[in-house]
């Protein structure tokens, strides 16, 4: 049987990276597309090389094991560029996309609502029109728990309602579900996966791909691994008066690669179907800013510093999924937890402490 073709755009970032790790190693083709505005071509290679020692350790699906990993493709382009994203789809019929290129600074959104909005959703317009032409109408789309905004309970069920983003990132995401939700409305065939994330942190465990901020990181981990490599100072603790058991925000942090899997499982699940269906993907444990610095300081063997600062603004005091139905619906489920989270981390942080500028 010949193997499925998945187009991953934004598929040098963080999460595409590993999930095209995932899904090389489960049995298919990839073909990554991404700018590089804000990833590395390295990472693309590094992705080939973890599946090459995947497949020689044996932990890949049976088709793998029988026929051999499946093609690893990249192409430098940039979704608003539809001439060269059509070529894209020109050279081999694509099966799937999972979309994940855009812009994701919280901070910078506020300050570049234009740049966003255009980036972000015209990018998805342009993909989408594209897919349709070819006739391909299967789209996993990285969403993000940021549409639950201020949370009424947590924790937080998919029927939960969607809330005023509070800043143009988070409206992008919430924009988008909607856009996909509009298209499968006016053509059934469509067959649509709004993946809700909530704290993706954590690295490939081989060390070789993990996550790569330009200048100073926005999120706690990749901040704290900063401090633990000595490149920032200390770590500053947004809010210590929380409603919460130590005062500090509560997150549901969730390790990349079960991340990266449950895309897998999403697709494997989307097959033959058609649809809209919102999932979230997190682990359905809460886990403080303190939780996080002490896993860290367990991870890399030594105490870091850090300062209780006011809160930060637009942030919330807790946040957590119920990932029942990912469980129910795909048979997915997060395995590792906030230490091994740490440790992988730690791992990459340590190995390349200059992300892939090295
Ligand atoms: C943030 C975004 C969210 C986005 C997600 C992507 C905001 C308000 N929300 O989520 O929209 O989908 O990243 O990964 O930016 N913290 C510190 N010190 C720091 C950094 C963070 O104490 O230097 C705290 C925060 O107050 C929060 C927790 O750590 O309680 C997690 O923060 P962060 O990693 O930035 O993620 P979110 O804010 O949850």
């Known amino acids: 049987m010949s193997k499925k073709n998945i187009l991953v755009t934004g598929g040098a970032g963080f999460i595409g990276s590993h999930t095209c790790v995932e899904l090389l190693t489960a049995g298919y083709n990839v073909i990554a597309v991404d700018d590089l505005s804000n990833s590395s071509a390295q990472a693309i290679e590094r992705v080939r090389q973890i599946a090459q020692m995947e497949l020689e350790a044996g932990r890949v699906a049976e088709v793998v094991r029988a026929q051999g990993l499946g093609k690893l493709m990249f192409h430098q ?88 983003a509070t800043n143009p990132y988070g409206w992008t995401k919430w924009m988008i579900e909607q856009v996909l939700t509009d298209l499968y409305t006016a053509d059934d065939r469509w067959n649509v996966a709004l993946l809700r994330y909530f704290n993706p942190i954590g690295a490939h465990p081989s060390g070789l791909i993990g996550e790569d901020p330009k200048g100073i990181p926005n999120n706690l981990v990749p901040y704290v691994a900063q401090v ?12 210590s008066d929380y409603p919460t058991p130590d005062g500090t925000g509560v997150r549901d942090y969730i390790h990349v690669v079960d991340l990266a899997r449950g895309h897998v499982a999403a697709l494997q699940w989307m097959e033959g179907r058609s649809g809209v269906e919102v999932i979230n993907l997190g682990t359905g444990t809460g886990s403080s800013v303190l939780d996080v610095i002490h896993a860290f300081e367990r991870a890399c063997g030594r105490a870091l510093p850090y300062v209780m600062m006011p809160r ?31 440790r992988d981390s730690w791992n990459w942080q340590s190995h390349n402490p200059n992300g892939y500028e090295d």
């Open 312 to 342: 930060r603004a637009g942030d919330i005091a807790e946040n957590y999924a119920d990932p029942t139905k990912a469980r129910t619906l795909l048979g997915w489920e997060a395995e590792y937890d906030l230490d091994q989270m740490c």
């Open 228 to 239: 633990a490599v000595g490149r920032l100072d200390h770590v500053r603790v947004f809010g």
């Open 77 to 164: 382009v940039n979704i608003l560029d539809r001439v060269a994203l059509d070529q894209v789809f020109s050279q081999q019929p694509v099966d799937a996309v999972i979309h994940f290129a855009g812009f994701k600074a919280v901070g910078e959104s506020v300050e570049k609502p234009l740049e966003y909005y255009h980036n972000n959703l015209t990018g998805t317009f342009t993909l989408c029109d594209v897919m349709r032409e070819h006739g391909c109408r299967t789209i996993v789309f990285s969403s993000s728990a940021t549409v639950y905004g201020d949370p009424d309970c947590v924790p937080l069920t998919e029927v939960a309602q969607k809330k005023n």
